[in-house]
């Protein structure tokens, strides 16, 4: 026997003697029991669809979905249970923003990219050839670098950083980092040594920079590169308005990039015992560390104060944007958008969550942090970095990591 081109084995046929007749014959057997099991049945389907009570009688609709960053959130065990209840589920094609913009979507019921640029891209494409978008911003993670604290000492004592002083006296967690200053010593090539990091109890002649997954796939890597950008040597609020302007941008910030992890996961090397010596800086997203810092403390009954937070003083504005592509995916769109369960889990794994007009909700966030028992970053807000417009920021990755055409992040 053959199932496609698998050839099944068969059980083995066991040789058993018949039973004796009775008056229990197999049609006298289904005339006594199937009545009765109509009967459960019938039973059993009205009380789904009048209470929800039999969920397995419902009816689960599996959402394909295309994300990069924001797969955390659907891959998290609580929200899948949570939307299990609603009668989803979701499978994700993990890709980077930039493949979900210029991809076919017509096999999708839902796409999340990390920025706002591929999001307005889409959504003109999809009003141009009027087919069904709805835009949802359920959630941010602003850009980050995460370090260690001999590291963050080290810049706070050649006035590069900053803390933000822990609200309960105990070591800071987060500082604020003066970007530019930072890029001048990468510019300048400048090793961990030649800025006393001795004096924090760890010799490293490594340059400092800062460590980014492949910025040809990764959309953190993306975001950090518009910020750098924005912040190296030019003048307030300027972009890239040209091709000539972003290829000429590029060239000029490439080497601060070129030594990144192509092609692995920064966050992880990051919170591995090797990472201190391997990435003492890296870029990741804030949800990234506040989740890690709740489940150390859950595990450890304490923070793990050796790893910190850099908020760089300028932050990009880029709002992620779920775009729900038909019926289906707007069903969707509205539960993690306003169902208070899977709102309160986004922010247990680290998101500031957003009201209905995109901006952040209050102070939510910061009360579940206070009472988890994790101190409150302050995000830098008194300057903002622009992003490029899509187009350019495309030139401008290509140039920086050498990307094949092709190449998606």
């Not at 001048?184 to 490594?206: A, C, F, M």
């Not at 995916?329 to 309160?344: F, M, T, V, W």
Request: glycine residues 6%; proline residues 6%.
């Amino acid at each position: 026997m053959t199932v496609g081109e698998r050839p099944v084995a068969e059980e083995p046929r066991l040789a058993l003697r018949r039973p004796p007749s009775s008056a229990w014959s197999r049609r006298g057997l289904l005339a006594v029991l199937l009545p009765a099991l109509a009967t459960v049945l019938t039973g059993a389907t009205a009380l789904g669809v009048s209470g929800n009570t039999l969920l397995p009688f419902e009816r689960v609709i599996t959402l394909e979905g295309k994300m990069a960053s924001k797969r955390d959130f659907f891959e998290d065990e609580q929200v899948r249970r949570i939307l299990l209840k609603h009668h989803l589920r979701i499978h994700i094609t993990s890709t980077g923003s930039r493949e979900v913009a210029i991809r076919d979507l017509s096999s999708y019921d839902f796409v999340f990219p990390s920025g706002q640029p591929a999001g307005d891209l889409i959504t003109r494409e999809r009003a141009a050839r009027n087919e069904f978008t709805k835009i949802y911003r359920p959630f941010v993670s602003p850009i980050v670098l995460a370090s260690y604290r001999e590291y963050a000492e080290a810049l706070k004592d050649a006035g590069i950083a900053t803390v933000q002083e822990a609200s309960d006296g105990g070591k800071p967690l987060y500082y604020r980092l003066d970007t530019r200053k930072f890029l001048e010593l990468v510019h300048r090539k400048r090793q961990w040594n030649d800025i006393g990091i001795q004096r924090h109890g760890i010799t490293n002649t490594n340059r400092i920079l800062a460590q980014s997954p492949d910025v040809c796939t990764a959309n953190s890597a993306g975001t950090y590169l518009a910020l750098v950008s924005f912040t190296w040597r030019g003048k307030a609020d300027e972009v890239p308005e040209t091709d000539r302007e972003a290829d000429e941008r590029a060239r000029r910030i490439k080497p601060l990039m070129e030594q990144g992890l192509p092609h692995a996961d920064v966050f992880r090397t990051y919170v591995s015992p090797e990472g201190k010596g391997v990435a003492p800086v890296v870029v990741a997203y804030e949800h990234q560390y506040l989740t890690y810092q709740a489940h150390h403390l859950a595990q450890s009954k304490e923070l793990d104060s050796r790893r910190v937070l850099l908020y760089p003083d300028s932050q990009l504005v880029s709002q992620p944007q779920f775009l729900a592509l038909n019926e289906d995916g707007d069903r969707l769109g509205r539960l993690i958008s306003e169902d208070p369960e899977l709102r309160r889990r986004a922010m247990e794994l680290g998101f500031r969550i957003l009201d209905p007009t995109g901006e952040v909700a209050g102070d939510q966030l910061t009360r579940f942090l206070d009472e988890s028992g994790i101190p409150v970053p302050a995000v830098a807000t008194d300057t903002r970095a622009a992003m490029p417009r899509l187009r350019l920021l495309e030139r401008m990755i290509s140039i920086v990591g050498d990307c094949p055409p092709e190449g998606g992040r």
